[in-house]
């Protein structure tokens, strides 16, 4: 029997994309916009994508925010994908003064753009494990994934186990954080190595 997720759909996320990506991943996918829901889950995705503001505000007027900060609090396992990632971070530079879920103390940076680094970053990026995240159990040392971002959670946000990528700065471009996962890049989008973060996902998280 596949492993069951519930799939956040509340209108600021690419759920169709990510829904495909999870059932590939082996995954029984719920795809819901209704906040009722989150309490019978074993498991949630939060996809993220746009501005962090309209992100926020889409997310708090959905109804999503106090469920899925309760789910979080008592264990639930979370996937934040790209925004919904740095949606998990106590705010952002995109956004002054707008909070995010503030699940992972640290503000969200913008990149510099300097010559070899335009912003957003566009392309593929090299990962480098740092602890024992259970999503890249196993990853070998030329992983890489496919990142489109102008933000990026920095490195010197308390993260023990993750993966760091390099552009101008180090930042966490994937990180686990108790029941707390997040990738910066998109899985689906990154091939094989995309395809096996699921994977461990549903694995080591899920199983």
Known sequence: ???????????AGNVR???????????????????????????LVVPGQGHFRQVMEAFDSSGFHAPVMDAAGAGTPLLGICVGMQMMLSD?????GVPGLG????????????????????????????????????????AYAY?????YVPAEVA??????????????????????HATQFHPEKSGAVGLGILERFRRYVLN
Not at 19 to 42: C, F, I, N, W, Y
Not at 105 to 130: C, I, S, Y
Not at 147 to 151: A, G
């Open 1 to 11: 029997m596949s492993a069951a997720v519930l799939l956040l759909d509340y209108g």
């Open 17 to 43: 994309s990510a829904a495909k990506a999870l059932e590939r991943a082996g995954m029984t996918v719920a795809v819901s916009a209704d906040p009722a829901d989150v309490s019978h889950a074993d498991a």
């Open 92 to 96: 952002s530079e995109e956004a002054p």
């Open 103 to 142: 699940l992972v103390p640290g503000t969200v940076r913008k990149f510099d753009a300097a010559p070899g680094h335009k912003v957003p970053q566009m392309g593929w990026n090299g990962l480098e494990l740092h602890g024992d995240p259970p999503l890249l159990r196993g990853m070998g040392a030329d």
């Open 147 to 151: 990142f489109v971002h102008s933000y």
């Open 159 to 180: 993260v023990d186990d993750g993966a760091l990528a390099h552009y101008g700065v180090p930042f966490w471009a994937a990180f686990s954080v108790g029941n707390l």
